[in-house]
């Protein structure tokens, strides 16, 4: 079984999280739990014992609840020691967690368009599919090239890694657009594998590889 949290609040969930839970469960080929940030905690990840957490994306503002300050959720994600990885939002959460510095990408430059003026206008977004570039070599990106193509659908990034992470892609407007733990099997990525789009296979690829990576762990403890 694997963990599917939601970080967003429900009124931002928009009837995708099916979706979701459907993509991960078919890149997994298990069954997959969907679960709430503040049902989440350490005890029920030991009880659970998925072999794989995943950390949803989000369109809230942090300031707008309390996700940055559920202690009971940040004890899992930093007590956990199974692998777990963290879409566009979750990537965000699970940095700040470990130390990370989070803040919008910037306001919009002169003459620069908005690719979503409804939400926060007059700041940068990535709203689309972008090209990202990888700087570190890693197994999260086994078989794919050195330029992959992914949706992404933020305003915000981490602007500071913490001490123990390793950059692993960056884009353009965006440095931390990927990045793992240097001691345990903890990924984020700022752009959304689990969102699949036609004609662009590389985010599934990322996602299966993360399933890998998490299985040949899951087999290695037996």
Same mark, same amino acid.
């Given at each position: 079984?694997?963990?599917?949290?939601?970080?967003?609040?429900?009124?931002?969930?928009?009837?995708?999280?099916?979706?979701?839970?459907?993509?991960?469960?078919?890149?997994?080929?298990?069954?997959?739990?969907?679960?709430?940030?503040?049902?989440?905690?350490?005890?029920?990840?030991?009880?659970?014992?998925?072999?794989?957490?995943?950390?949803?994306?989000?369109?809230?503002?942090?300031?707008?609840?309390?996700?940055?300050?559920?202690?009971?959720?940040?004890?899992?994600?930093?007590?956990?020691?199974?692998?777990?990885?963290?879409?566009?939002?979750?990537?965000?959460?699970?940095?700040?967690?470990?130390? !990370?510095?989070?803040? +919008?990408?910037?306001? &919009?430059? *002169? @003459?620069?368009? =908005?690719?979503?003026?409804?939400?926060?206008?007059?700041?940068?977004?990535?709203?689309?599919?972008?090209?990202?570039?990888?700087?570190?070599?890693?197994?999260?990106?086994?078989?794919?090239?050195?330029?992959?193509?992914?949706?992404?659908?933020?305003?915000?990034?981490?602007?500071?890694?913490?001490?123990?992470?390793?950059?692993?892609?960056?884009?353009?407007?965006?440095?931390?657009?990927?990045?793992?733990?240097?001691?345990?099997?903890?990924? !984020?990525?700022?752009? +959304?594998?689990?969102? &699949?789009? *036609? @004609?662009?296979? =590389?985010?599934?690829?990322?996602?299966?590889?993360?399933?890998?990576?998490?299985?040949?762990?899951?087999?290695?403890?037996?």
């Amino acid at each position: 079984m694997i963990l599917y949290i939601l970080t967003d609040i429900p009124e931002k969930e928009a009837g995708g999280n099916n979706y979701v839970r459907l993509a991960l469960q078919a890149a997994s080929g298990d069954l997959c739990l969907v679960a709430r940030y503040n049902q989440v905690s350490l005890a029920l990840l030991e009880e659970l014992r998925p072999w794989a957490v995943c950390h949803s994306g989000g369109g809230a503002s942090y300031d707008t609840y309390d996700i940055l300050r559920c202690e009971t959720y940040r004890a899992a994600v930093l007590g956990w020691r199974g692998p777990q990885i963290g879409f566009c939002g979750g990537h965000q959460l699970l940095a700040a967690f470990h130390g !990370g510095v989070l803040d +919008h990408m910037g306001p &919009l430059r *002169e @003459g620069e368009a =908005d690719h979503n003026p409804d939400y926060h206008p007059g700041l940068y977004k990535e709203w689309g599919v972008y090209p990202v570039r990888m700087v570190t070599p890693d197994p999260l990106f086994d078989g794919l090239g050195e330029v992959i193509h992914v949706p992404e659908y933020h305003m915000d990034e981490v602007k500071e890694l913490p001490a123990d992470f390793i950059l692993l892609a960056s884009s353009a407007r965006c440095r931390v657009q990927a990045y793992r733990h240097r001691d345990k099997p903890l990924y !984020g990525t700022q752009f +959304h594998p689990e969102k &699949l789009v *036609e @004609g662009y296979p =590389d985010g599934k690829r990322v996602l299966e590889n993360f399933f890998a990576i998490a299985r040949g762990l899951a087999a290695a403890e037996g």
